[in-house]
């Protein structure tokens, strides 16, 4: 039920990215300009604050759902709380934030690393082969050997900033991050421990 379920999700994320048209490239230059690059550069890098997310090169179905989830549609609230980011989006259609992914998508990553070499060997454990006495499955399992992850669903997480990573992990582990299909990473990140968590974080930082 739950691999059904993960499917159908994957296949609607696809499927909403095909659903618009993405505005001119001009006007997501625009919005590259004048919003996201005090944050996440010009190319989707983020230069100077490793709290946030490296955006280039990661997948446009992924980066576009997260857009989608940092609004509110239709008086609902939105699927993934966060207080900048929800302020960002709101004066933002759909065909924008498709452009955005779009264009952050074709950006070149300038891979992040590790913040500590004693610990990649327990990230590197845990990644590839989990922590069954935990029932802690691989992350490999989704985000694959290489840290590619899966379009649509999976995001990339090679090269990731290790500060976001952790930031992620334990804002799943805490119930503070809710947009995760089937709950997964909520169920995942509550069985780990900050020093787990920080030697992932850090893995993931070193694959390529």
Known sequence: MLKRSIVLTALAASSL???AEPVA???VQEIVTTLCASCHGPDGNTPLMPEYPKLAGQHPEYLYKQLLDFKAWDDKPPARENATMNAMVMAYSKEEMLGLSQYFAQQTLQPAEPKAQETLALGQRIWHHGLPDKAVPACSGCHGNNGAGIPSLYPRLSGQTPDYVVLQLKAFREQQRANDP??????IA??????????LADYAASLR
Do not use: F, S
């Not at 509550?190 to 030697?199: F, R, V, Y």
């Open 190 to 199: 509550n069985k780990l421990t900050d020093t787990e968590i920080e030697a």
């Open 17 to 19: 990215l095909h659903a």
């Open 25 to 27: 490239p001009e006007q």
């Open 182 to 187: 089937e709950q997964m990473m909520r169920q």
